[in-house]
């Protein structure tokens, strides 16, 4: 049994909590003889700069880089909020993702079943919600330069952030969306603003290109991206794959995501290219946040990133039983009514971070 | 009585149907002798196109500059999908935009009481909603150099576009919003995203010192634009004004306006700064766009495009009374039952643009 190399890198907040019950799944899965791992563990964020003043080491990326997968908590919270732009929490988060090329964020929004009425929206318009959201994570305006702000005198600054998109860059994330919609209802829904943007024009043709040339047989839509806020909100479920820029990712994705009204439950994947070998770069964490106002207090919902281990099982570890397994377990738990706090209706009671690990091993 | 100057570009799709209702209000106010006006006509976007090609001619530049207010329907088709970039539809929206210096734009967000079923959010989540945008409106990625494409060879092309901010434009936008907000409910929540982009960090520095120099009565709040995206969909309620910078403006207005279900009854205002004499440019349009899919038809709703002109009576043409009873004439034609297509339940029937017109002409 191959012994998989796992960097965890619990980051801040609520992260070190849930990752714990990480942790309880992978020593329960060695334990069972399902799996076999080699863990590292590093710090990220407000917890790298606490330590040695920068939001991720040289050491810690160097671990990223060796993995097989890095397993990412989340990070931030206003104990850094002015500590410098280089060194802040996010700094990490952002340097993890361009030196490990992960060009591809895969944001699922699912709304499970047990769940729907934990949606702010009506349950017949979420219920059975399935949208993937493909988002382009190492280019836009994130990383363009420059990115600069300017004393002009009088009193005025200037700030500036430049959106860069190449025609390789547009490629492999749209190849990506068409490949991921062929294994699922073969739909990609491309999104920009072609109607104010360079880059948005870049991207229409570029993603209608490539469509012409090898998918056909998938549907193709183009929405600018305010349009698809709305529609996002009204009608969801006309959705199957959505690819977007870094920017409009990140909104429409943590939109979708609070759609299912479970945004404790969600994982994410961020992958690179496929190297000769068929090895590519991999990191899997939950689509929440660092969530300061309930750290500490031992109420998060583990389950996004225990999802998030089971995701890395299926597409970089080679254990896609393990990771069904996972998440039947999951599932089963949740059938059970268990429920952490924020997917417990109002009034009714629920349990802690922990209490649901353990649910979640014993499951297993 | 003034005479208002008022310039109408009713633009293209359901633009034109939607403004022929505004004509009949306007006529029904001279004739009961509420309000006299000098109206013109003119084209925009894509009709402009196909009459001179251009999305907005010189002399109806030149008409708008000496208007009182523009009131302006909706823009673009997929008649017009393959037209140049500088010609394309949208080009004489941003020119207005643009050559007026219309930077702040009021974007409201109101559920009303009849109507909160029509919303896909839980009626509980929606019901009283009022929010209100405020929108940079001439700065940022829509406007900043380089915005460009370059072919970069070997099938290879780069697309940039620019966000750029400086002190003054992001001060007198936060300075609206602090003052709309003092004849609200005195909360202001200011969106970036500093954490990736400079001009989010100088975004929220500026404001931070406009409120700490002359608005400390007012409550503000920073939040980034992802976790606004979020939070207005899990509980809108909580806010009161929401000011953000032109590309965030446009895609959370378009979600924000949603949540209430009913699109097509929100109208918006663009403003200038006043000059000497206390006057200022302004133009006046519905929230929804130009609905290609049912243009035509004569099923749009004209409440939005209506109330646009109460907007420009109450804000531009010092008639706050007059339009307080367009305003009341609404709500009863509302409480009456009368539904136009996109709010009327499913299964219930429905009534025409210039039914809908005829209705509230005869409420006035
Ligand atoms: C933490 C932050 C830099 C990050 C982003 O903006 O990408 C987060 O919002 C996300 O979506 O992963
Ligand atoms: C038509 C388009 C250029 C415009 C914009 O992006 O500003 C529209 O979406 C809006 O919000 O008024």
Redesign the pocket.
């Known amino acids: 049994m191959a012994t998989h190399k796992l960097l965890l890198l619990a980051g801040d907040g609520i992260g070190p909590e849930v990752m714990e019950e990480v942790k309880r799944v992978i020593a329960w899965l060695e334990k069972a003889g399902l799996a076999s791992f080699a863990i590292e563990e590093g710090l990220v964020g407000g917890a790298a700069y606490d330590a040695h003043g920068a939001s991720i080491s040289e050491a810690d990326m160097a671990l990223a880089k060796a993995a097989d997968a890095v397993i990412f908590g989340a990070v931030g919270g206003p104990k850094w909020a002015d500590v410098g732009y280089d060194v802040r929490p996010e700094a990490g988060l952002l340097r993890l993702r361009k030196d490990l090329e992960l060009f591809a964020n895969l944001r699922p929004a699912i709304c499970y079943p047990a769940l729907a009425e934990a949606s702010s929206l009506k349950p017949e318009v979420v219920e059975g919600l399935d949208i993937l959201i493909v988002r382009e994570l190492t280019g836009g305006v994130y990383f363009g330069e420059p990115k600069t702000i300017t004393d002009l005198g009088n009193g005025q600054k200037r700030a500036i952030d430049t959106q860069v998109y190449d025609t390789f860059e547009i490629e492999r994330i749209a190849a990506v969306a068409f490949e991921l919609a062929r294994t699922r209802r073969n739909k990609v829904t491309s999104s920009e ?1 072609h ?2 943007m360079k880059s948005g024009v870049l991207w229409k043709e570029v993603v209608t290109q490539l469509h012409a040339r090898a998918y056909k047989d998938v549907e193709l839509d183009h929405q600018l991206a ?1 349009s698809l806020a709305m529609q996002l909100v009204r009608w969801p479920k006309q959705y199957d794959v959505i690819v977007t820029d870094n920017l409009f990712g990140d909104i429409l994705s943590d939109l979708a995501a609070m759609l299912t009204g479970s945004i404790g439950m969600l994982p994410s994947a961020s992958l690179g290219a496929a190297d000769a070998a068929g090895r590519r770069a991999s990191m899997y964490e939950p689509v929440h946040g660092s969530a300061p106002d309930i750290a500490g207090k031992g109420i998060a919902n583990p389950i996004a990133m225990i999802g998030s281990l089971a995701m890395a099982l299926r597409y970089s570890l080679g254990q896609g039983e393990v990771a069904d397994r996972i998440e039947k377990a999951i599932a089963a738990v949740l059938d059970a009514g268990k429920r952490t706090a924020d997917i417990a209706p109002k009034g009714t009671p629920s349990i802690s971070t922990s209490a649901m690990g353990t649910a979640i091993v014993e499951a297993l």
């Open positions: 603003k109607n104010v305010d």
